[in-house]
């Protein structure tokens, strides 16, 4: 492995900022893996609506990444906002001293910046994508004007590192084209680790952003009824912003009394309740490569989730079950199968995501794919 240190710019769409503290936590983890072996520099811009001055600058080092975030007032003029985001970007780069190469996060419209300096600073870039938006039919509400450039940035970065093969194939349906390399999401294996669960109790737990379209909240506590009918010695833990928006459905149902409603937590504490689950639910009618199932995975806490997106390309067999979208009768089978047969193989599915998703093997294959650009 080249022991050589690269100063290596995170271009970012998206990254948590005091505007949206978890807007693109997995590219922070991202940028904190790749840190372990390169000086990361990171850009972020992003409207602040509290904001009195049109630009302000906030530079410090977070778990070892400099971040460098713009926040600009808004605007409604297309011309005064264009301004200001390139006048934040060009304040934002005088103040990262060296570049050897650009990891842009997210295709556009942070891959224009790396357009810029790929055709008038010579740097090379690759592009990591996490977006569910390429997939069909979310596909079909991005612009003839972003699939036009985008297909421009893709065709000059030298690596496209979509998160799963599935990404990959419904970008490559976009006709982006150019040289694919599927990097994983990351998990600090460190910490995400198994813990013996000594509770009597069938602990079911789901932690998402609660969007009903995308994560199909009411369909996992629909199930979740029909379960705890044939299973008493159960709850149901909701995790994520304004989860109690569905207690009238529990209310309804009869089950408040079974179900933990707690609001978004900060990421360390989702080890804990990882560790004391006896299952995961994941039930979203579309993903990429969600971090909440390989963290599970860590943590040696089965998973039961939808086979949508990119989870069964990294979802060994035996570490639970997948299932079909929108099916809650399949659900409530998986679940008995569960409580009846409890999957116990802590020490195997640490040892996968370690092999897999830890920071050091992410780091490294970016790393080798910077080395070969880099010389």
């Known amino acids: 492995m080249n022991t050589k240190k690269l100063s290596i710019l995170f271009l970012c769409g998206w990254y948590p900022s005091r505007v949206l ?12 893996a790749v840190s372990l072996l390169h000086d990361v ?34 605007s409604k003029n297309p011309v005064v906002k264009t301004y200001r985001f390139l006048k934040a970007f ?16 997210k295709l556009y419209p942070f891959g224009l910046f790396a357009l810029f300096l790929k055709w008038f600073r010579k740097k090379s870039f690759l592009i990591s994508e996490h977006w569910t ?46 040289n694919y390399n599927v990097v994983p999401n990351v998990v600090d294996t460190n910490l995400f680790i198994p813990k013996e669960n000594t509770s009597s109790k069938f602990t079911i737990l789901h932690i998402s952003n609660m969007l009903e379209e995308h994560k199909n909240v009411s369909g996992i506590i629909t199930a979740f009824s029909s379960f705890k009918k044939q299973i008493t010695n159960t709850e149901l833990i909701l995790i994520g912003e304004n989860s109690k928006k569905y207690k009238s459905q529990t209310d309804a149902l009869k089950i408040s009394n079974s ?29 990429n490569l969600p971090c909440v199932i390989l963290e599970s995975f860590s943590c040696g806490t089965p998973v039961i ?5 990119g989870i069964s390309e990294f979802f060994p067999k035996d570490f639970g079950y997948l299932i079909s979208p929108k099916n809650e009768n399949e659900l ?19 040892e996968y995501a370690k092999a897999n998703f830890s920071y050091l093997q992410v780091a490294t294959t970016f790393s080798n794919l910077y080395f070969k650009i880099v010389h």
Not at 90 to 105: C, M, R, Y
Not at 261 to 271: L, Q, S
Not at 305 to 309: A, D, I
Request: proline share 4%; charged share 20%; aromatic share 10%.
């Open 133 to 178: 938006g390429y997939h069909q039919p979310l596909s079909k509400n991005i612009s003839k004007t972003e699939i036009f450039l985008s297909k421009i940035i893709s065709k000059n970065a030298s690596f496209i590192c979509p998160v799963s093969k599935d990404l990959q194939k419904s970008m490559s349906m976009l006709n982006f084209k150019g």
């Open 90 to 105: 060009f304040t934002l780069l005088s103040k990262i001293e060296k570049i050897d190469f650009v990891h842009v996060n």
């Open 41 to 74: 520099s990171v850009l972020h811009i992003i409207s602040d609506a509290s904001l009195k001055k049109n630009i302000e600058v906030v530079t410090q080092k977070v778990n070892g990444v400099q971040t460098n975030i713009a926040y600009l007032k808004p």
């Open 21 to 32: 503290p978890n807007n693109g936590d997995f590219i922070q983890r991202h940028a904190e």
């Open 259 to 287: 179900i933990q409603f707690i609001d978004h937590i900060p990421h360390y504490k989702v080890i804990t309740y990882l560790q004391k689950s006896s299952v995961f639910v994941l039930f979203s009618n579309y993903e």
């Open 332 to 350: 409530v089978e998986k679940l008995l199968d569960m409580y009846t047969n409890p999957i116990k193989n802590k020490t195997k599915m640490h």
């Open 305 to 309: 989730s939808t086979n949508v997106g």
